[in-house]
């Protein structure tokens, strides 16, 4: 395929894959690569947003450097030294910063890959019985524990595809990381679609039979004056005009951390209670944040600097809601451990994500 088709093509998967059921926020990425280039999404966009010219352009000589390195010890060190080896691969004539998830992409050997996060899929990655579920519903897949995003889940994947390979002749088309999302890669975009469809024709069933909605129930909004009064108390708390707040009726809101995307756009930990003054403030003390989501007794709030990032960080919770949900099928939600979550909430990439909204 000549330059053109393959990013037409990857544009068009990215869109496909790009909708609320695949994806919130800046969340996956996608990529499609031949011998000399990986063309890879730029960090913090949306998938549904992306154009054929947006997409950021990697040297995979380069690139293949990155493989040969001994990285400090000190997680902020090593992440400063491959956010500055993959920039020095980048081509100088594409725009934006490659998502840091590239050398994994370019790991991979299909021409295209996929990487979403569809709550029906994290119900089973972010569950107990994830894992031996996997090994059973999709025997061909690759199977990954929690290991923190960047330059150390890459090599891991990278050892992995490996051993796959040598075990099987061929590398694996599915990949599913916990407490993460599901890697799709393959050779054409009928392939991809197709694997997909596949994943999920396997996992409905699976949650009918176990008797699991695969859609969240929210109850019923609050009235006008519980939601002016509640709103009016949120905004002299946090001292500004310009607050962004988006509500919704209540919900079985996560109280932990699920995966990456839901501590970058709803934080790790939501207020529960009637929010006042001193209780926001006794909540910033203990987790070192304002909180993202606010929950009462009638509704459930979502609130950041604008309205844009509130109403994400409500739509995020209400995503993790419903992956506790599915989680039931396998035994229950395992939520991400206390590392794997302040690796996250510290990681200058996962803030750079965050601010491209």
């Not at 500055?84 to 299909?110: F, I, K």
């Not at 993460?180 to 069933?205: K, M």
């Amino acid at each position: 395929m000549t330059k053109n088709e393959l990013l037409n093509t990857i544009t068009k998967l990215s869109h496909e894959f790009g909708s609320c059921d695949y994806v919130l926020g800046g969340g996956g990425n996608t990529s499609a690569k031949n011998e000399q280039t990986l063309w890879v999404k730029p960090s913090g966009t949306t998938l549904a947003g992306l154009k054929p010219e947006l997409f950021v352009a990697l040297d995979r000589i380069r690139l293949s450097e990155l493989y040969a390195f001994t990285p400090p010890a000190v997680p902020a060190e090593r992440e400063e030294l491959i956010k500055n080896a993959m920039a020095a691969a980048v081509s100088p004539e594409t725009p934006g910063r490659a998502s840091v998830e590239a050398p994994l992409h370019d790991s991979l050997s299909a021409t295209f890959v996929v990487h979403t996060h569809p709550a029906i899929v994290n119900g089973m990655t972010c569950s107990l019985a994830g894992k031996n579920a996997c090994a059973q519903l999709f025997p061909d897949a690759l199977w990954l524990d929690y290991i923190d995003p960047g330059y150390t889940l890459c090599m891991k994947v990278r050892e992995e595809i490996k051993n796959y390979k040598e075990s099987n002749g061929k590398e694996p088309a599915l990949i599913f990381l916990k407490n993460h999302g599901l890697f799709v890669a393959a050779d054409t975009a009928a392939e991809i679609r197709q694997l997909y469809s596949r994943v999920v024709n396997v996992l409905l069933p699976f949650y009918k039979q176990a008797g699991i909605k695969t859609t969240l129930k929210v109850g019923s909004d609050p009235t006008t004056s519980q939601i002016d009064e509640q709103m009016r108390q949120i905004t002299a708390i946090f001292d500004n005009d310009d607050l962004g707040i988006a509500v919704s009726g209540s919900f079985a809101y996560p109280q932990g951390p699920i995966t990456p995307d839901h501590i970058v756009y709803a934080k790790s930990y939501p207020f529960i209670g009637e929010p006042n003054l001193e209780a926001i403030k006794a909540f910033k003390a203990k987790h070192g944040y304002n909180p993202a989501i606010i929950a009462t007794k009638t509704a459930v709030y979502g609130v950041a600097e604008t309205e844009k990032k509130a109403a994400l960080a409500l739509l995020l919770a209400q995503d993790g809601a419903l992956v506790i949900q599915l989680a039931n099928a396998f035994g229950g939600i395992d939520f991400m451990t206390d590392a794997a979550r302040t690796f996250i909430e510290n990681w200058e990439v996962e803030s750079y994500r965050s601010k491209q909204l």
